[in-house]
């Protein structure tokens, strides 16, 4: 018998469906921006224009597809919905030029930036990292990947959120502070952004509260919806 390669079973390589393709896409890192548009950033407290937009992590295995259960995460008892653009990369690399930015881009998606609100605004207080609060099971529900291949680049599309069929969140793309290219941009030069990157690029104003039993539905115009269910813990 040949001995196994790993000494435990290897984890599974995280994936989201594309619209109209039997093959999947791998994902390898998710990145998130902070505060990129200024009607959010206003009602987190802070002033747009002093504070540009930054960016956080979320780890692969915390995707859900659509159609997917989020389990009410334990620690919280103020998780918050963040309906977002998510952009999937197929090309990588160092220093991407803003005018070539959009050429490294596989397709979009909707997603959700799923937040411990209560632990996000302790660990703040304390200056302390949002590891906690953004990057915990279930936190990065996102929706099949449309090829731009197909719809192009989607910059000025209606953004928005549904909780039990009642509109929670509105915006459009083009309230984005920092642009699709812009965001690629800034992020290949703190990162080496690699093929099977996904970016959330922030959300619209109107973010809140989300409890158990609850439907969320998100969707960009152009790109399509996902559907998020609440479960118990
Ligand atoms: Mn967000």
């Known amino acids: 018998m040949t001995t196994p390669r790993y000494v435990i079973a290897a984890p599974q390589q995280a994936s989201l469906p594309i619209v109209g393709k039997e093959q999947r896409f791998p994902v390898h890192r998710i990145y998130c921006v902070g505060r990129n548009f200024a009607a959010h950033s206003v009602e987190m407290g802070h002033d747009p224009d002093k504070e540009p937009p930054f960016f956080f992590q979320k780890s692969?295995?915390?995707?859900?597809?659509?159609?997917?259960?989020?389990?009410?995460?334990?620690?919280?008892?103020?998780?918050?919905?963040?309906?977002?653009?998510?952009?999937?990369?197929?090309?990588?690399?160092?220093?991407?030029?803003?005018?070539?930015?959009?050429?490294?881009?596989?397709?979009?998606?909707?997603?959700?930036?799923?937040?411990?609100?209560?632990?996000?605004?302790?660990?703040?207080?304390?200056?302390?990292?949002?590891?906690?609060?953004?990057n915990f099971e279930g936190a990065a529900p996102c929706g099949a990947i449309r090829q731009a291949a197909e719809i192009g680049h989607p910059n000025h599309e209606k953004i928005w959120l549904k909780i039990n069929g009642e509109l929670k969140q509105e915006g459009y793309l083009d309230q984005m502070?920092?642009?699709?290219?812009?965001?690629?941009?800034?992020?290949?030069?703190?990162?080496?952004?690699?093929?099977?990157?996904?970016?959330?690029?922030?959300?619209p104003s109107g973010v809140g509260p989300v409890s158990v039993g609850d439907t969320l539905e998100g969707g960009v115009e152009g790109v399509g919806t996902l559907t998020t269910y609440i479960t118990e813990r």
């Open 60 to 134: 692969p295995t915390t995707l859900i597809t659509d159609g997917g259960a989020l389990t009410y995460p334990t620690a919280t008892q103020d998780v918050h919905h963040e309906v977002e653009l998510v952009v999937a990369l197929a090309k990588g690399g160092d220093n991407i030029p803003v005018e070539q930015a959009l050429a490294h881009v596989y397709g979009y998606a909707v997603g959700l930036d799923m937040t411990r609100r209560d632990i996000q605004a302790e660990m703040k207080k304390k200056g302390r990292p949002w590891d906690t609060a953004k």
């Open 177 to 203: 502070i920092w642009k699709v290219p812009e965001v690629i941009a800034q992020l290949s030069r703190l990162f080496r952004l690699q093929p099977g990157d996904l970016i959330m690029t922030g959300t």
